[in-house]
């Protein structure tokens, strides 16, 4: 083999070292960009999915250094889902000037979306994923577990698991995020919570709006009603919204 043919083929192997399961699921364009992201971040391996959503997948990622990353990509988009992004970004100052143009470019802006809004979460101190990296159509986070095994979701845990200490802290968390991140999650519920070390985490926020959009006290209500529900099915004594709602600075 010729020098330049041989190291094209080195590459490829390589690349596909990449993928510790194959994935027939990921196009062409997203496989490229998450060599790429490899190179940028040191990823060593990818793993199987450990979800497949609706319109993302989530995926551990190993760095050369140990490191595990969970690995978001948005692969699809319905007309229900463009419906959802335009709502949510009509009225959301940050997003006034986007916009939308191809299913690609929509995709990439859900993952921006959560980026975005990761980041004024980590910022505010409130218990969520690390936001490490956007690219296209992949986000790239802390991974919430260990080993590339993840933590149960708060819908996961066991009777003894769901106490009232454990509902202190997510209402904590929602607190937060309202009075510090000015943000309202929007699909709030025991499968965007996932919970390591006693601690919830929460997960999923492509959806968050800012407490300026239109629908922010709506969404936010039914976040908080969610939650008590699931809490209140496990028996746990739960406050009154409006109780909740009095100590958040929205009006
Ligand atoms: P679904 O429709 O299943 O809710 P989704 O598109 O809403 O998928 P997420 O809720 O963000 O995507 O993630 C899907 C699942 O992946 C979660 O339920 C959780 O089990 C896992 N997951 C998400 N983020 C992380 C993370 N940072 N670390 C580990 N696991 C994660
Ligand atoms: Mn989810």
Not at 101 to 116: D, N
Not at 210 to 222: T, W
Not at 237 to 243: I, Q
Request: charged content about 30%.
């Amino acid at each position: 083999m010729i020098d330049g043919k041989r190291r094209k083929e080195e590459k490829r192997i390589k690349d596909e070292d990449l993928f510790k399961v194959v994935d027939s699921t990921i196009d062409s364009r997203t496989y490229l960009s998450l060599i790429q992201l490899a190179r940028k971040l040191q990823i060593k391996e990818y793993y199987g999915a450990i979800s497949s959503g609706k319109e993302a997948k989530i995926y551990p990622a190993l760095t050369k250094d140990g490191t595990w990353y969970a690995v978001k990509i948005y692969y699809v988009t319905t007309a229900a889902s463009k419906r959802a992004l335009e709502k949510y970004t009509i009225g959301d100052p940050r997003f006034k000037d986007v916009k939308i143009k191809t299913t690609f470019q929509l995709i990439e802006t859900w993952a921006r979306k959560e980026y975005k809004n990761l980041v004024r979460l980590y910022e505010a101190g409130v218990s969520s994923p690390r936001p490490i990296f956007v690219y296209r159509n992949i986000l790239v986070m802390d991974f919430i577990g260990q080993d590339g095994i993840r933590a149960p979701l708060l819908k996961e845990l066991s009777e003894e698991e769901i106490n009232e200490d454990l509902y202190r802290k997510v209402i904590g968390e929602l607190e937060k995020m309202v009075n510090i991140a000015h943000l309202v999650h929007g699909d709030l519920s025991e499968y965007n919570i996932m919970v390591w070390d006693e601690k919830p985490y929460i997960i999923d926020v492509s959806q968050s709006v800012d407490l300026q959009h239109p629908n922010a006290l709506e969404l936010l209500k039914r976040d908080i009603e969610n939650i008590n529900r699931f809490f209140e099915d496990h028996n746990i004594s739960v406050e009154l919204v409006e109780d909740i709602l009095s100590r958040l600075k929205i009006s």
